[in-house]
T-cell receptor, first 113, second 115 residues
Framework: DAGVIQSPRHEVTEMGQEVTLRCKPI?????LFWYRQTMMRGLELLIY????????DSGMPEDRFSAKMPNASFSTLKIQPSEPRDSAVYFC???????????FGQGTRLTVV | GENVEQHPSTLSVQEGDSAVIKCTYS??????FPWYKQELGKRPQLIID?????GEKKDQRIAVTLNKTAKHFSLHITETQPEDSAVYFC??????????????FGAGTQVVVTP
C-alpha cells in the first residue's frame, strides 16, 4: 500500500477562493482524521470519520470549513471562502482501530494570500 | 476529552547525551500512548507506543515509560545522534472514543542534537 495519499501537496490561493483538499486513506482502515498544523496552535484535530460517518466535527473552526467522506477510499476538506488565517499544513491520517498506529499523509501546505 | 501537557517545548542536547520528554494527562481511563516524530517538512510518524498493561517499552535507543498512577509518561532517547533532531509529539487515545482512534496530542518538543 502506498500509504495515506493527499493532494495537492501545495496550494496557493487568493483570499475568498474555494479550496478543496483531498485524501485517500490506507485500504482497510476505518477511521480517518483531518488535522491542521500551525506554529501557534500545533496539531489540531478538525474532524474525524469512522466507517465514512462523521463522528466529531467540533474542531472545525468555522462554517467555512466542511468535510465529506463519500466512500471508504476518499475524503475531502473544503474551505469556502478561504482566508489568510487558514494558511497551514493540513494532514489527513487513517487508522485501522483505536489501539493501532495512525498513519499520516504527507500533508497539504495551504497558503492563502 | 482531556488535554495532554508536554514538557519541555524545546530541548538542546549534545550528541551522545540522553534526551527525556515528559507528558502528563488527567483522564485515568486512557489506555494507549503513542509517540510521534516529525522531521522538518515531513509528516508525523509513529516511533514507539505503549499500552497501559506495561510500565516500560524499549526499541533500540528509544524507550517509553508509563506511570498510570501518577498519570504521566516519558520518552527517553539515549546516545542521541544528529538524525534524532525533530519535533516529538506525545499522544494518548481519547478514552471516551477509544475504538475510533481519536488521539489527543501534546504541543510537541523541538529536539536539537548538536554534534
Amino acid at each position: 500500500d502506498a500509504g495515506v495519499i493527499q493532494s495537492p501537496r501545495h496550494e496557493v490561493t487568493e483570499m475568498g477562493q474555494e479550496v478543496t483538499l483531498r485524501c485517500k486513506p490506507i485500504s482497510g482502515h476505518n477511521s480517518l482524521f483531518w488535522y491542521r498544523q500551525t506554529m501557534m496552535r500545533g496539531l489540531e484535530l478538525l474532524i474525524y470519520f469512522n466507517n465514512n460517518v462523521p463522528i466529531d466535527d467540533s474542531g472545525m473552526p468555522e462554517d467555512r470549513f466542511s468535510a465529506k467522506m463519500p466512500n471508504a477510499s476518499f475524503s475531502t476538506l473544503k474551505i469556502q471562502p478561504s482566508e489568510p488565517r487558514d494558511s497551514a499544513v493540513y494532514f489527513c491520517a487513517s487508522s485501522a482501530s483505536g489501539w493501532t498506529e495512525a498513519f499520516f499523509g504527507q500533508g497539504t501546505r495551504l497558503t492563502v494570500v | 476529552g482531556e488535554n495532554v501537557e508536554q514538557h519541555p517545548s524545546t530541548l538542546s542536547v549534545q550528541e551522545g547525551d540522553s534526551a527525556v520528554i515528559k507528558c502528563t494527562y488527567s483522564d485515568s481511563a486512557s489506555n494507549y500512548f503513542p509517540w510521534y516524530k516529525q522531521e522538518l517538512g515531513k509528516r508525523p510518524q509513529l516511533i514507539i507506543d505503549i499500552r497501559s498493561n506495561v510500565g516500560e517499552k524499549k526499541d533500540q535507543r528509544i524507550a517509553v515509560t508509563l506511570n498510570k498512577t501518577a498519570k504521566h509518561f516519558s520518552l527517553h532517547i539515549t546516545e542521541t545522534q544528529p538524525e534524532d533532531s525533530a519535533v516529538y509529539f506525545c499522544a494518548k487515545l481519547d478514552s471516551l472514543t477509544d475504538s475510533w482512534g481519536k488521539l489527543q496530542f501534546g504541543a510537541g518538543t523541538q529536539v536539537v542534537v548538536t554534534p
